[in-house]
């Protein structure tokens, strides 16, 4: 069973923008995810990815297999990447930012 959530005045703030429960980023309601049946949370898209992502690395955990073993070499190679801040670089950073939002 579904209903359609009520915005309050605690919920919407200038201009009707909405929070995102994560980090506090305020914007529009419909670039924000809900979650569930939980009408109050908000998160952005940045914090929905990261989300996510989050969910894979757990549900990898217990598992085996070609697929789990490649995603966790990614993670790791962009912890890697990350640590040595090539993501910063002004050469390839955007190139690594762009091929990050498609990988595990």
Not at 75 to 89: C, D, F, I, T, Y
Request: aromatic residues 6%; glycine residues 10%.
């Amino acid at each position: 069973m579904s209903a359609e959530p009520i915005s309050t005045a605690v919920d919407t703030h200038d201009e009707g923008n909405v929070q995102c429960w994560c980090c506090d980023i305020s914007d529009a309601p419909e670039r924000m995810v809900q979650l569930g049946n939980h009408p109050e949370v908000h998160l952005c898209l940045r914090c929905a990815h990261f989300v996510h992502q989050r969910a894979w690395e757990v549900e990898d955990e217990g598992t085996r297999g070609a697929g789990a073993f490649a995603r966790g070499r990614l993670r790791n190679l962009r912890a890697e990447v990350m640590r040595r801040g090539w993501h910063q670089s002004r050469l390839i950073g955007g190139g690594l930012r762009w091929l990050g939002k498609y990988l595990p």
